[in-house]
């Protein structure tokens, strides 16, 4: 059933591409987090939060103008008490609902989170590298979650961010993730922190992404739970130039902040005149939004949907693969 599901999901998604709609929205639903990690400054940056009625308004207007996948994403979304509400307003519209999360509450929570479609928890290494950037004890919370996520039928995937420390960790972690059949997706370090024109000390350079990913290659014909596809990875090695795809950030996908802001990617910084959903309504944010001038796709699931959106053929052959792979 869930790969019906999945199929039917992936027409849609073709339609969509066809008529240029919006079809995901990635929303940070809060902007605090009960960690804090070294390359992140989620935890030092104030905005105001949207209320549930507000947002279950807006998600109906989004639905209305195409939104099929919502990823409810932070920082740290499962602080906001009314999530497992959001998820169910969401989901009561037959929006694929995923949450993005550090993992350290799910555990005693999961029993409310149960139906999401999917949950990404966030593991950037073995235990000591991803304690010493994302705090002591993060790792095996993190994997706990993994394990009540799994215990529950809620499919789970780890979330890696790869740093300049965690490349010497990439086998480890693979074969550890491919141990407990859980899928792991890679996303480079971004060069700033979010929301911040200050630079990341722990981004990789060019070199040490090209080694990483060129490893994952060769990985990942053996570890079949490494969700990247080639093209994905490819791309990353050549030093995010050897560009083979289009850019759907504003038509096909957008990016929402805890009070609102529209911008068309995750990687878009903050301008002064930023459209805002409350402020400025849904149709009107859609129309201010264009596709950014941005030489360098660095984001990892928003490439692969870039990718499947420009019809690459790994990518597409990886999204079928991956689906029949995902027991839970
Ligand atoms: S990376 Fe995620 S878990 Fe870590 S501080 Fe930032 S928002 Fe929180
Ligand atoms: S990172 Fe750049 S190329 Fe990739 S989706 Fe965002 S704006 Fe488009």
Not at 21 to 30: E, I, K, N, Q
Not at 200 to 213: G, S, V, W
């Amino acid at each position: 059933m869930r790969i019906i599901s999945k199929i039917g999901l992936s027409l849609e998604f073709m339609m969509a591409v066809r008529a240029l709609r919006l079809f995901s929205v990635s929303w940070a639903v809060t902007c605090r987090c009960n960690l804090s990690c070294a390359y992140c400054s989620f935890a030092n940056f104030e905005e105001s939060e949207l209320g549930f009625d507000q947002i279950a308004s807006l998600l109906e207007q989004l639905r209305g103008a195409g939104m099929r996948i919502l990823r409810i994403t932070g920082g740290e979304p499962l602080l906001r008490e009314d999530l497992p509400d959001l998820i169910r307003f969401a989901r009561g519209m037959g929006v694929f609902t995923t949450i993005a999360t550090n993992g350290i509450l799910l555990p005693d929570k999961i029993e409310k989170y149960i139906g999401v479609e999917g949950i990404f928890v966030s593991i950037d290494g073995m235990e000591r590298m991803n304690d010493m950037i994302r705090g002591k004890g993060s790792s095996s919370l993190a994997w706990k979650a993994i394990e009540a996520a799994k215990r529950n039928k809620i499919p789970a995937c780890i979330a890696a961010t790869m740093t300049s420390e965690s490349i010497d960790n990439i086998t480890s972690l693979v074969k550890s993730a491919f141990c407990q059949n859980v899928p792991i997706f890679f996303q480079p370090a971004t060069a700033q922190r979010p929301f911040s024109s200050n630079k990341n000390i722990h981004f990789a350079d060019e070199d040490t992404i090209r080694q990483a990913c060129q490893l994952l290659c060769s990985l990942k014909s053996r570890y079949k739970n490494i969700v990247n596809s080639y093209s994905g990875l490819k791309y990353f090695s050549s030093g995010y130039r050897a560009r083979t795809f289009r850019c759907f950030a504003s038509t096909l996908f957008l990016r929402i902040s805890p009070s609102g802001n529209v911008t068309s990617c995750s990687r878009s910084l903050p301008t002064q005149d930023i459209p805002n959903l409350v402020r400025d309504g849904v149709v009107s944010c859609l129309r201010r939004l264009r596709v950014p001038a941005c030489n360098a796709c660095t984001c990892a699931s928003l490439l692969e949907a870039n990718l499947l959106a420009s019809g690459d053929l790994f990518a597409l052959v990886n999204m079928v693969t991956q689906f029949f792979q995902r027991k839970a």
